[in-house]
């Protein structure tokens, strides 16, 4: 009966010891399955967070460059333009302080209502200067 009993015992470890690796080989295959969802799932939020970085942030920044850019440009010509004035308007100063400096050397300065007018603004301002009025 001794026998039996070992061989009944030995049976049993057997067929225990097979469940038990049948049952590792199917927690191996379902853990493989979660790895695998789990990697998918990971896959789909990243390319959602990738989405909504490209509409919220990358979009209107890209959209603000493209605004600064023409801003940028029209800035440039309108500075070219202003160069251009200036330049125009030194000439004319220039022009305009070389004929005063001939008002000196003229016969007629004395009855010159040019050389009046710049002789009044120039008392004007030494009497504004005297009074603490300037700068």
């Known amino acids: 009966m001794n026998e039996w009993w070992n061989w009944l ?11 038990w690796l049948f049952d590792k080989k199917r927690h191996r295959q379902e853990v493989e399955s979660i790895k695998a969802d789990n990697k998918k799932k990971d896959m789909e939020l990243s390319k959602m967070y990738v989405d909504e970085f490209k509409e919220n942030i990358a979009e209107p920044l890209r959209q603000e460059i493209e605004q600064l850019r023409t801003e940028v440009s029209e800035l440039r010509k309108e500075n070219a333009s202003l160069r251009r004035e200036t330049g125009g308007l030194r000439r004319e100063i220039k022009q305009l302080k070389d004929a005063i400096q001939k008002i000196y050397d003229c016969p007629h300065a004395a009855d010159c209502p040019v050389y009046d007018e710049l002789q009044k603004q120039q008392n004007d301002d030494e009497r504004t200067n005297q009074d603490g009025g300037g700068a």
């Open 9 to 19: 015992l030995g049976l049993l470890t057997l067929i225990a010891g097979g469940g």
